[in-house]
C-alpha cells in the first residue's frame, strides 16, 4: 500500500492503495465516483475512459500508482447539465445513448479528438474514435452528436 | 435524501430503485385484476403507471407514457412509468419479443381507459352532471364552470376497483375493461416524436447503473467458471490466496468463487486462486466441423410450420432445381459490460439488484434457488449494461443469490470481461437448406426451407429455475432445454411450400457449457433469414427477374409488398449501380425492407455497407423519434453480426475471451447514412420494433456482395477472411 495524491474533477484526493491497483478502482471503490465504468478491464472498449492532465486514458488498465500528482477528469466533471460540454449537450439534443453503458469512452475520447482539430473531417473522427465500443449501435447518432458539437464549437 | 445525496453522506446505499408511492395504508394486492396495480394518480394530479415490461434504452418507457397520457386526458408530463420493481409491478414478461407495446401497453392502455371512465363517473356524481356531459382536459373534468380534478376525486386514494385479467402471467399477460379506449383520431400525445426521460443522467454520469448499487456491508464476488466445458472440481488450494485483504474462497460441488471486502481484492483473488480442475477433454467438436456436426446430427425435434400443396409433386415436374445451404455460427451477447448484481439474502427474506429484462422471473428463480416464497424475494431492475436477450445477467442475479446466502452478507457480483463473452448462453450456431422447383417459365411451382440447428431454448429464456442458470448447473441441478428453432416469416404465395425446422442435442448434456443457446435479439431471425432472403435472390436470378421485382410478384400480403416498394423507392433502387441488395420479412405483425449498398475492398477483404435504407411498418407509429433510433440500433447491430461477429472455439472451450478475440463492428465500419421510411397505419394495432429489422440486414448486406462482386457467400459472417478466400 502506498500513499498518493491527485486531482480529480478539480478537488485534491489522497488515496492509499496497492500500486499496482488500477485508477478505476480507486476512482469507484475509494472515492465513491460511479460515472467511470468497468467495461473489459483490458484497455478494449473505453467504458472508463477518463482524462489524465486532459488525455483520454482508459482507468481499468492504468496503475493508480501512475495518475499520482496528476489531475483526473471524468465525465462529471467535463461538464453538467447546467454548464455542458458542447459535446454533451449535443449527445443530449440527439438522444444518443440507448444503454448508455459506453458514453464515457465516445464523449472523452471525442472531447480531447475536438480539443486537438476543432475541424476533424468525418474520416478523421472515425480515426480518432477507433477501438470504442458500443453494444447498442448507436454510431450513427454518436457522428450526428460530434458533428452538431463541433457545429455548436465552431 | 435522494438516492444520490444519501450515497455521498454514508457511503451506501440501500433504497429501492423506485421512491414510495406515498399511499401504501389501504392498497389492495399487486395483482392484474387491481386497477390500482396498473394506475395511480398522486395528490398533485401526477399520474404513475406501472409497467410489467422493460425499456432498455429504446424509449419504451416514453411510449407508454404517451399511451396512458391520452387514454387519461392528462399531460406527458405528469405522466411516470414505473417499471422493473417487483413491489411495484405486475410480471408482463420483461422486455421480450419486441411486445412492449403490442403486449405491455396495451394493457396500460385499458387500464387508463378505465382510470378515466371510472374517474368521470366519479366527476358526475361530484358535480351533478351526467356523464356524457362532461369534459377532460389535463386531469380537470369540467362542464361549463362546474370542475373538478383527478386529484380531487383520487389523488393519493386507492381505486380499489377491478379489472378483468385472463389469469396469464408474462407475455400473455391482459386485462379486459368495460372502459372502451379511445379511436386513433383522437390521439394526441401518440404519433408525436416527444424525447426519452434516461438520456440526461446517462450524458451527465448523474445516475447509478446496477454495477454502481453499494449495500453497506457487502462484499465483492468474482466467480470462477471452468477452464474447460463440463468439467469438475477436484479441489481448491486456500493457500494461493493467502495475504489478499478479506478474501474468502466460496465452494458447493463444481462453482467456485471467491469474496473479499473490496472489489480489487476479489479480483486479484480471482486471478490468483489455484483450482484443480479434473480433466475433461473434448467436449466440443473441432470448429471447422461444427456445420458438418450439425449436419449430421440426430434430430431431436422436427416441426413443420408451414405445409401447403403437394411439394414431392412439384420437384417431380420441375424443369428447374435451385438448391443452396447457408451457415450461421454461434454468436455471444457481449453486452458493453459484464453483468452485475448485488443481493441481500437474509434467512426469510432477498433483495435483488438487477440489470435483467426479465426481473419479475429473476424473482421467481432466487426465491426457488434459496427455497424462499416468492413475495418474500424483493428484485428491483436498475439500468445495465445493455441487454438484448438471456444474457449473463440473469446468471449474475443467481450467483450473488448464492453467494449471499452462503456468506451471510450482501454480495455484489461482477463478471470479467470474459464472463460476458465466454460465458453468456450463446445464440444457436445452425444450417439452413432452401431448395426451389421452378417451371419452364422461371415461375416457382415448389419451395422447401429448412432450419437445423441447437435449439434456441436449451437455456430457458428468463431466469426463473435454477436449472436454467450456470449456479444451478455446476451444483448439480438436472438441465431442463426447450426443444425449439424456426422458419422464415413471410407471405411468399408459392403454390407447394414446406418450412420446416429441426433441433439438435446440446454439445454438452449436463454442468456448465459456454456454448450452451439461448435467446440473443431477434432468436433465430438474422440467422433464418440469412439464408432465406438470399435464397429468395437465387431464385429471382435463377428465374431471371430483379430481386425486387420478384419480391412483389410472389408477396401475398400487400403490407409486406408494400414495405419492399417503400424501401427500393427511397433507395433509388432502379437507378442504383453495382453492390445493392435487397432483403424483407415479417415479425409479429411488423413487416421490413432493407435496402443495403455496398462497397467492397477486394485487398483487405472490407465490406461497407455505406448506405442503408429501412422500410419499416409496425402499424400505428406511437413515437417517430425513438422508432427511428431503435431501427438505426438495429442496423448497426445486424451489420456488426453479419460481417465480424462468430464464437470461437477449440475441443474444450470457447476462446473468444474479450474484444480482439470477438470483434464487432467499430465506428470506421458504421454506416455513412441510414435512411428510415416509417409507414404510418393508425388503423392497425401496433405491433414491436425492437427487433424486426435485425433480422433482414445480414440478408441485405449477402445479397448487395453478391450484386457487387458475384460472389455469393453462404456462411456468416462475411469477416475479412472469408471475403477474401471468396473473392481469391
Not at chain 2, 580 to 605: L, P, Y
Amino acid at each position: 500500500m502506498a500513499r498518493y495524491r491527485l486531482t480529480v474533477d478539480g478537488k485534491p484526493v489522497t488515496l492509499n492503495a496497492d500500486p499496482e491497483m488500477p485508477l478505476l478502482y480507486a476512482l469507484r471503490e475509494d472515492l465513491g465516483m460511479n460515472n467511470p465504468h468497468f467495461g473489459c478491464g483490458l484497455a478494449q472498449c473505453g467504458a472508463c475512459t477518463v482524462h489524465l492532465d486532459g488525455e483520454p486514458v482508459r482507468a481499468c488498465v492504468m496503475p493508480v500508482s501512475v495518475a499520482a500528482g496528476k489531475t483526473v477528469t471524468t465525465i462529471k466533471g467535463l461538464g453538467t447539465p447546467a454548464k455542458p460540454h458542447p459535446l454533451q449537450a449535443a449527445y443530449v439534443e440527439e438522444a444518443v445513448p440507448q444503454c448508455g453503458y459506453c458514453v464515457n469512452g465516445w464523449i472523452m475520447t471525442a472531447a480531447s479528438i475536438l480539443k486537438k482539430n476543432p475541424k476533424a473531417s468525418d474520416a478523421e473522427l472515425r480515426e480518432g474514435l477507433a477501438g470504442l465500443k458500443c453494444r447498442c449501435g448507436t454510431h450513427v447518432s454518436i457522428l450526428r452528436a460530434i458533428k452538431r458539437a463541433q457545429g455548436a464549437m465552431s | 435524501m435522494n438516492r444520490r445525496e444519501f450515497l455521498q453522506t454514508s457511503g451506501a446505499l440501500i433504497v429501492s430503485a423506485f421512491p414510495e408511492i406515498g399511499f401504501t395504508q389501504g392498497k389492495p394486492g399487486l395483482v392484474p385484476g387491481e386497477l390500482d396495480s396498473w394506475i395511480a394518480v398522486m395528490p398533485d394530479g401526477g399520474v404513475k403507471a406501472f409497467f410489467g415490461k422493460m425499456d432498455m434504452g429504446q424509449g419504451l418507457d416514453v411510449a407508454v407514457a404517451q399511451i396512458v397520457a391520452d387514454e387519461l386526458d392528462v399531460g406527458f408530463d405528469r405522466v411516470e412509468v414505473l417499471m422493473g420493481d417487483t413491489a411495484t409491478s405486475c410480471n408482463q414478461g420483461g422486455a421480450s419479443g419486441s411486445t412492449g407495446v403490442s403486449n405491455g401497453a396495451r394493457l396500460l392502455r385499458r387500464a387508463a381507459a378505465e382510470a378515466r371512465r371510472v374517474l368521470v363517473e366519479g366527476a358526475s356524481n361530484k358535480l351533478g352532471v351526467p356523464a356524457f356531459d362532461l369534459k377532460v382536459e389535463d386531469g380537470t373534468v369540467f362542464s361549463g364552470d362546474k370542475k373538478t380534478t383527478f386529484a380531487e376525486l383520487v389523488g393519493g386514494k386507492h381505486f380499489n376497483h377491478k379489472v378483468q385479467w385472463n389469469g396469464q402471467t408474462g407475455n400473455p399477460m391482459d386485462i379486459q375493461v368495460p372502459a372502451k379506449p379511445k379511436p386513433p383520431a383522437e390521439y394526441k400525445v401518440v404519433g408525436k416524436p416527444l424525447p426519452r426521460r434516461d438520456v440526461a443522467w446517462k450524458v451527465f454520469g448523474t445516475g447509478d447503473f446496477v454495477t454502481d448499487v453499494r449495500v453497506l456491508g457487502m462484499l465483492h464476488a468474482r466467480v470462477i467458471r471452468p477452464p474447460r466445458a463440463a468439467c469438475k472440481v477436484r479441489g481448491v488450494d486456500a493457500g494461493s490466496i493467502k495475504g489478499i485483504p478479506g478474501a474468502q474462497i466460496v465452494r458447493e460441488k463444481d462453482f467456485v468463487a471467491v469474496v473479499a471486502p473490496k472489489e480489487w481484492d476479489a479480483v486479484r483473488a480471482a486471478q490468483r486462486l489455484k483450482v484443480d480442475w479434473h480433466t475433461l477433454d473434448g467436449a466440443f467438436p473441432e470448429m471447422a466441423k461444427l456445420y458438418d456436426h450439425v449436419r449430421a446430427a440426430k434430430v431431436t425435434k422436427r416441426a413443420e410450420e408451414v405445409k401447403r400443396g403437394d411439394v414431392a409433386a412439384a420437384f417431380a415436374k420441375a424443369s428447374k432445381i435451385v438448391e443452396a445451404e447457408y451457415e450461421w455460427p454461434f454468436q455471444s451477447h457481449a453486452s458493453m459490460g459484464p453483468a452485475c448484481a448485488v443481493v441481500d439474502a437474509k434467512a426469510d427474506s432477498c433483495t435483488v439488484w438487477t440489470g435483467s429484462q426479465k426481473p419479475h422471473f429473476v424473482r421467481d428463480g432466487v426465491a426457488k434457488l434459496l427455497g424462499l416464497p416468492q413475495d418474500k424475494v424483493h428484485a428491483i431492475w436498475v439500468s445495465g449494461p445493455g441487454s438484448y436477450g438471456r444474457n449473463d445477467a440473469g446468471d449474475a442475479a443467481m450467483d450473488a443469490a448464492f453467494l449471499s446466502r452462503k456468506v451471510g452478507k450482501p454480495v455484489r457480483v461482477q463478471g470479467m470481461r470474459m464472463d460476458g463473452t465466454a460465458w453468456d448462453p450463446k445464440a444457436p450456431a445452425c444450417v439452413l437448406r432452401g431448395r426451389a422447383a421452378l417451371d419452364a417459365s422461371g415461375t416457382v411451382i415448389g419451395y422447401e426451407f429448412l432450419s437445423k440447428g441447437f435449439s434456441r431454448q436449451h437455456i430457458a429464456t428468463n431466469e426463473s429455475d435454477p436449472a436454467d442458470s450456470l449456479v444451478g448447473l455446476a451444483t448439480g441441478v438436472a438441465p431442463k432445454g426447450t426443444l425449439i428453432f424456426g422458419v422464415p416469416a413471410e407471405s411468399y404465395g408459392f403454390e407447394n411450400k414446406l418450412l420446416a425446422w429441426e433441433t439438435i442435442p446440446p454439445l454438452v448434456a449436463e454442468g456448465c457449457s459456454p456454448l450452451r443457446t439461448s435467446h440473443l435479439r431477434d432468436p433465430v431471425g438474422p440467422e433464418i433469414h440469412f439464408g432465406s432472403e438470399q435464397f429468395i435472390d437465387e431464385l429471382a436470378l435463377a428465374a431471371g427477374e430483379d430481386p425486387v421485382a420478384f419480391r412483389i410478384r410472389y408477396l401475398t400480403n400487400p403490407r409486406h409488398a408494400a414495405v419492399v416498394k417503400a424501401a427500393a423507392d427511397k433507395a433509388g433502387w432502379a437507378s442504383l449501380g453495382k453492390g445493392k441488395g435487397i432483403a424483407f420479412a415479417e415479425r409479429g405483425g411488423t413487416a421490413v425492407a432493407v435496402v443495403a449498398q455496398v462497397e467492397v475492398d477486394r485487398k483487405t477483404g472490407r465490406v461497407w455497407a455505406r448506405r442503408v435504407t429501412v422500410a419499416h411498418d409496425c402499424g400505428l407509429v406511437i413515437n417517430p423519434l425513438v422508432l427511428r433510433q431503435t431501427i438505426e440500433g438495429n442496423v448497426v447491430h445486424g451489420l456488426s453480426r453479419a460481417l465480424f461477429e462468430e464464437v470461437r472455439f477449440n475441443r474444450d472451450a470457447v476462446t473468444s475471451i474479450d474484444w480482439a478475440s470477438y470483434p464487432i463492428l467499430e465506428i470506421q465500419d458504421a454506416p455513412e447514412a441510414i435512411e428510415v421510411v416509417l409507414i404510418d397505419r393508425p388503423e392497425v394495432a401496433p405491433t414491436g420494433a425492437g427487433e424486426p429489422t435485425i433480422r433482414v440486414i445480414p440478408a441485405a448486406l449477402a445479397n448487395a456482395f453478391f450484386d457487387a462482386t458475384g460472389r455469393r457467400i453462404r456462411r456468416a459472417p462475411l469477416d475479412p477472411e472469408r471475403v477474401k478466400a471468396a473473392l481469391a
